[in-house]
């Protein structure tokens, strides 16, 4: 299976700042996603993000909020901007190998935004 | 457009007993099910999946599912709990994109407690 590292693992926020999360995939993969997972909650998508054009967003997430960057095909950063505790969240990334029929989760980026 | 529901936000066995999660799904088109795993304070690990073939799937940790068309269900059963396997379980449906299967649709989550 594809290891999938993210960082900062955990982290504590000052509401109005930003943070960008970083993942880094053992090997090559064409499609990364971002998923949200709030306090208690099931896990959302929030956006793809394809080497080499612009991420696509879900329903009821933006640009302006949840930027991303995929530079190579083994790297992405997502940033959380100017913050509120409802940001307070799992942030995860994930990659589909070989076929795509199997998708990978990292260990997530706990954010608490205070 | 595809849909997962999960029966029980919470459920609790005996460690031994048979631990039984439900899951439902709806999907205009063949699906591909998977069950993940999440313990305290970790990611999401796979547990198993269903693509094509055999409708019994066998996981990691003594899991097993079956997917039955005819139920458009996918219910994940360990015939003897662990108290290792109290975590929280996400049944999820895949949604074709692209071609392949990459997005994925999640239930809302069961949380299993296992008694002593």
């Known amino acids: 299976s594809a290891v999938i590292s993210q960082k900062p693992s955990r982290d504590i926020c000052q509401r109005g700042t930003s943070l960008t999360i970083q993942c880094q995939v053992d090997s090559q993969v064409t499609m990364m996603f971002w998923y949200r997972q709030q306090p208690g909650q099931s896990l959302t998508l929030i956006a793809t993000?394809?080497?080499?054009?612009?991420?696509?967003?879900e329903s009821g997430f933006v640009i302006d909020k949840f930027p991303i960057s995929r530079p190579n095909l083994t790297f992405s950063t997502l940033t959380v901007s100017n913050m509120s505790p409802e940001d307070s969240s799992i942030y995860l990334c994930s990659v589909p190998e070989g076929s795509g029929n199997t998708i990978y989760f990292g260990e997530g980026s706990w954010l608490t935004v205070v | 457009a595809q849909s997962v529901t999960q029966l029980g936000s919470h459920v609790s066995v005996s460690e031994g007993a048979l631990v039984l999660l439900r899951c439902n799904y709806s999907s205009s088109v063949p699906p591909y099910l998977f069950w993940y795993v999440q313990y305290p304070n970790q990611g999401l690990q796979l547990l198993l999946k269903y693509t094509t073939g055999a409708t019994l799937v066998k996981g990691i940790n003594g899991f097993e599912a079956e997917f039955k068309k005819s139920e458009t269900s996918f219910h994940l059963t360990k015939p003897s709990a662990h108290m290792s396997d109290a975590a929280e379980y996400f049944c999820a449906v895949s949604v074709f994109y692209g071609g392949a299967t990459n997005k994925l649709i999640f239930g809302t989550g069961t949380l299993l407690a296992v008694q002593p």
């Open positions: 993000a394809n080497q080499g054009s612009e991420a696509t967003y």
